[in-house]
């Protein structure tokens, strides 16, 4: 699997955007970028993942670098809830890639 | 929906007993799996199943069985629990293999062997 590089922890204050990146340096152009947290003391949950382009959802949005050797994951209005470990995953689009490959990922503290 | 359940919550063991540990999902996904996490460390797959009936070994099986009966369960058993197997259980679930197949996790069971 393709490494991916987190920064092991950041701050931000409730209500404010978060910008949580992700470095793949050696991501193929197979590789989907995936993104999960786990939030204390439960299990990991999806956020979202792309290929190439930008992408949008409820939760979150990801911002993927021309080159894809870097991903962004926003947050767009950080809460309490939002504290987390945030994890970056590369996911080859086929084979028998069925584990998903957690490194230590990102410790979000959001301040009140 | 209730997603992925697991059963039990929190377990205690003493060296040597055996316990099952029980994952259910209502989402008619096709693959299930079976993940660990020590402190300090990512999740590692123990075993997984791409269909009812079938099982494969992941990274760390050693010290584990499992069965897949029925496609919405998947049963992870330990026959001889030993100290090294005290951790926390995730099973999780997806609808395909591929990379743009998100898993959906269950809460995790909290195992600790004395």
């Known amino acids: 699997d393709a490494k991916t590089t987190q920064p092991n922890s950041m701050e931000s204050n409730e209500e404010e955007p978060v910008h949580l990146p992700c470095n793949h340096s050696t991501i193929s152009g197979t590789d989907y970028i995936h993104w999960y947290r786990q939030l204390p003391s439960q299990g990991p949950e999806y956020v979202i993942h792309?290929?190439?382009s930008n992408v949008n959802n409820r939760m979150a949005s990801l911002a993927i670098a021309e080159d894809r050797k870097s991903s962004t994951l926003i947050l767009h209005r950080a809460t309490l809830r939002d504290a987390a470990v945030y994890y970056c995953i590369l996911r080859s689009s086929g084979g028998s890639n069925y584990k998903l490959t957690f490194g230590k990922g990102t410790l979000l503290t959001v301040n009140p | 929906n209730a997603g992925v359940t697991q059963t039990p919550k929190f377990r205690v063991l003493k060296t040597g007993q055996s316990m099952t540990l029980l994952c259910a999902q209502d989402m008619n996904h096709e693959y299930m799996y079976w993940y660990r996490q020590d402190p300090g460390m990512g999740l590692r797959l123990i075993h997984y199943s791409v269909g009812e009936g079938t099982t494969a070994k992941g990274e760390v099986p050693d010290g584990y069985n499992v069965s897949r009966l029925k496609k919405q369960n998947f049963l992870l058993g330990l026959e001889s629990a030993a100290p090294s197997q005290t951790s926390v259980y995730f099973c999780?679930?997806?609808?395909?293999?591929?990379?743009?197949?998100?898993?959906?996790f269950g809460p995790g069971t909290r195992l600790t062997v004395l």
């Open positions: 792309g290929l190439t």
């Open positions: 999780a679930s997806s609808g395909g293999y591929a990379g743009y197949n998100e898993q959906f």
